[in-house]
């Protein structure tokens, strides 16, 4: 089983081998992530119950990434390992002991699946695939667009490695924003799976938050980078990011959203050398 621990240090090992054990998980999922947290704040919810209220909530649209568990564990590693680096990395023996037990040791652990082809930023784009990357896009603002307008959700932090990709034999998806408002796009052979909901928020109905999630979202997307010393050019990236701009102080949502997908729909993602072209000039000579 792999098993990838996220921004968690050698303390929590003890945790990790309780995920590591548990039948459940091994059962059906042979590559996890975890996020481990605690609650500096008794009063206040702490992130991987957050995270995962807000991933149960999601779970009826399409497009976000749905968490296998949620649960806690006491971790006493320090009180047994001491701090040493040395004996963190070979910890070893019962795992949660009773032992002194102390609030700040009681960790909440959130298990997600792991997605082996990485995130809309680090997949290796090429020309032969490029125009999945445009649909790709079409789809997440599409999924962000669907579950702000029927439970008002911001997600705060909608970057482009936290939307990760996923194959899929499904040919296209359908949305609905009104009675009468369904959009179906077709599906490239990858869907996006929206992650990471630490800054989000439901029940917040606000265009202004929801626009700029979009704007963060479609950004940085002219000029990802492949490993063959390429990046991503979006010719009309300038009068799109105008377009959503504007968009923060426009009431008419859906319209503008649907415009917006026929923006980008229409304009042109190609690769270009991130070497600049060396030209020849006699007269310097």
């Given at each position: 089983?792999?098993?990838?621990?996220?921004?968690?240090?050698?303390?929590?090992?003890?945790?990790?081998?309780?995920?590591?054990?548990?039948?459940?998980?091994?059962?059906?999922?042979?590559?996890?992530?975890?996020?481990?947290?605690?609650?500096?704040?008794?009063?206040?919810?702490?992130?991987?119950?957050?995270?995962?209220?807000?991933?149960?909530?999601?779970?009826?649209?399409?497009?976000?990434?749905?968490?296998?568990?949620?649960?806690?564990?006491?971790?006493?590693?320090?009180?047994?390992?001491?701090?040493?680096?040395?004996?963190?990395?070979?910890?070893?023996?019962?795992?949660?002991?009773?032992?002194?037990?102390?609030q700040e040791n009681w960790k909440y652990v959130l298990v997600m699946?792991?997605?082996?082809?990485?995130?809309?930023?680090?997949?290796n784009w090429k020309t032969a695939n490029v125009e999945t990357l445009?649909?790709?896009?079409?789809?997440?603002?599409?999924?962000?667009?669907?579950?702000?307008?029927?439970?008002?959700?911001?997600?705060?932090?909608?970057?482009?490695?936290?939307?990760?990709?996923?194959?899929?034999?499904?040919?296209?998806?359908?949305?609905?924003?009104?009675?009468?408002?369904?959009?179906?796009?077709?599906?490239?052979?990858?869907?996006?799976?929206?992650?990471?909901?630490?800054?989000?928020?439901?029940?917040?109905?606000?265009?202004?938050?929801?626009?700029?999630?979009?704007?963060?979202?479609?950004?940085?997307?002219?000029?990802?980078?492949?490993?063959?010393?390429?990046?991503?050019?979006?010719?009309?990236?300038?009068?799109?990011?105008?377009?959503?701009?504007?968009?923060?102080?426009?009431?008419?949502?859906?319209?503008?959203?649907?415009?917006?997908?026929?923006?980008?729909?229409?304009?042109?993602?190609?690769?270009?050398?991130?070497t600049p072209t060396v030209s020849y000039n006699p007269n310097l000579?």
């Amino acid at each position: 089983m792999l098993i990838q621990n996220k921004r968690s240090p050698y303390q929590e090992v003890t945790i990790l081998q309780a995920v590591a054990n548990d039948t459940t998980i091994r059962q059906h999922h042979n590559h996890i992530v975890v996020k481990i947290s605690r609650n500096t704040q008794p009063k206040q919810e702490d992130m991987a119950h957050k995270e995962y209220r807000i991933g149960k909530s999601l779970e009826q649209f399409t497009g976000f990434l749905k968490y296998i568990c949620l649960f806690s564990c006491f971790d006493d590693s320090i009180n047994r390992f001491g701090n040493n680096d040395t004996n963190r990395r070979s910890v070893t023996g019962k795992i949660c002991n009773a032992k002194d037990k102390i609030q700040e040791n009681w960790k909440y652990v959130l298990v997600m699946p792991y997605f082996k082809d990485g995130s809309i930023k680090n997949y290796n784009w090429k020309t032969a695939n490029v125009e999945t990357l445009k649909y790709l896009v079409i789809h997440t603002i599409l999924s962000i667009s669907q579950a702000f307008l029927q439970i008002g959700f911001i997600h705060g932090d909608l970057h482009l490695d936290n939307v990760l990709l996923k194959k899929t034999k499904i040919t296209q998806f359908e949305y609905s924003f009104a009675a009468d408002v369904t959009v179906r796009e077709p599906i490239m052979g990858w869907k996006p799976v929206i992650m990471d909901f630490e800054k989000s928020s439901v029940g917040v109905y606000d265009l202004y938050l929801f626009w700029n999630d979009l704007h963060q979202f479609t950004k940085n997307i002219d000029g990802i980078e492949n490993n063959m010393n390429e990046r991503i050019l979006w010719k009309e990236e300038t009068e799109i990011m105008a377009f959503i701009i504007e968009a923060k102080n426009n009431r008419l949502l859906v319209r503008n959203v649907l415009r917006l997908v026929e923006y980008i729909k229409n304009s042109t993602f190609t690769l270009q050398s991130k070497t600049p072209t060396v030209s020849y000039n006699p007269n310097l000579f």
